[in-house]
């Protein structure tokens, strides 16, 4: 739990800087927001194996969504406790993405 709680923190600080520097050619926006997050755990090789778990795991929405939910916590509490059937696979996706994350890219 501790592992991946880390793992999505350094995303959610990266998810703030998205745009902000230039990007390797075919990162995904999980990758880019891993790789811009200044954290010292944040290494090409962990940043390159969470993104390839955002591609298997997640969609290009699911992806993008996700993002958005750290520049806005409240959206992510939002999601989390709404009723919607597609916020609530969006919250299902993304706490499997997250174990699947901690599971695979332990270093």
Known sequence: ????????????????????????VGANVIERACLQSGRPAASRALCD???RVAQQTLTGGQMRAGARFFQDPQ???????????SDEELWRAWRNFGDTAEAMCRS
């Open 1 to 24: 739990m501790t592992r991946r709680l880390s793992i999505l923190s350094a995303l959610a600080l990266a998810a703030l800087g998205v745009i902000a520097a230039p990007q390797p």
């Open 49 to 51: 194996c969470i993104g």
């Open 75 to 85: 959206r992510a509490q939002d999601v989390r406790q709404s009723n919607r059937r």
